[in-house]
């Protein structure tokens, strides 16, 4: 075939975040890996630019005799995301990110995550509104950690955050995504991007996120907790890709008859 005649393919421009755009639609954490080594080593193989980090765990300059995340994933190579996790109201959440801006010399772009209980790890939804609204008010560019509800992300988008986050199930859990149709209505109705953020199992549940509409997946025991961490992550990257590509190319729709394969007209009897 000539390559003029090949069909158009609709080219993927690049996830938009705050008016940058990665090329990678997959966003990492940097927690429970065995050592920095090993952090490094798998953040490499998923080919994401955007590693999340908790501030209130992870040293990235607040104990300067300690080993620091940022020997092993530089800001000169990846765009560092601080996140609160471990926050469970609103001041405590807005008081981090403020600090985490000072570490990192007037860094904007942040996580938010308010979370409800220990047990659940749910996101306290009325709290996580607050914090939006301050931090956002403050400069911020927030990507925010929420509920599967289309109308608390309605009212966080309306709030003017950069992106939301709603789980697919409970942070760790890796039981995929437990309600698809939540979340196709918010991606239906979103006017910022859309992340998958916790409960990411497998290579699999990354795909499907994709193929429905999400715009990127952020995910960490996935990979970190996997027998082999770096393999994993390249299972992700390319889970999310082909994901993407499937989104794009659009799927055929699903019907209760068989369709052949092959065309019935012109055939010898």
Known sequence: MNMNDAPHLTEDKGLTIAGKTYRSRLLVGSGK?????????????????????AI???????????????????????????????????????????????????H????????????????????????????VKDGFDVMVYCSDDPIQARMLEDLGV???MPLASLIGSGMGILNPWNLSLIIEQARVPVLVDAGVGTASDAAIAMEL?????????????????????????????AGREAFLAGRIPRKFAASPSSPMAGRVA
Do not use: W
């Not at 938010?112 to 996580?128: A, H, I, Q, R, S």
């Not at 999400?214 to 999310?240: E, F, H, Q, S, W």
């Open 108 to 135: 904007k772009l942040v996580k938010l995550e308010v979370l409800g209980d220990e047990k659940t790890l749910f996101p306290n939804m009325p709290e996580t509104l607050k914090a939006a609204e301050t931090l």
């Open 213 to 241: 509409g999400c715009d990127g997946v952020l995910m960490n025991t996935a990979i970190a907790g996997a027998r082999d961490p770096i393999r994993m992550a390249r299972a992700m990257k390319l889970a999310v890709e």
């Open 162 to 164: 950069a992106a939301v």
């Open 56 to 106: 209130r765990r992870v040293n990235i300059g607040q104990d300067p005799n300690a080993p620091s995340l940022l020997d092993a994933v530089p800001p000169s190579e990846f765009t560092i995301l601080p996140n609160t996790a471990g926050c469970y109201n609103a001041a405590d959440a807005v008081y981090t990110l403020q600090l985490a801006r000072e570490l990192l010399g007037g």
């Open 33 to 53: 890996y065995k050592d920095l080594d090993e952090t490094r080593a798998a953040t490499v193989a998923s080919g994401a630019e955007i590693i999340t980090v």
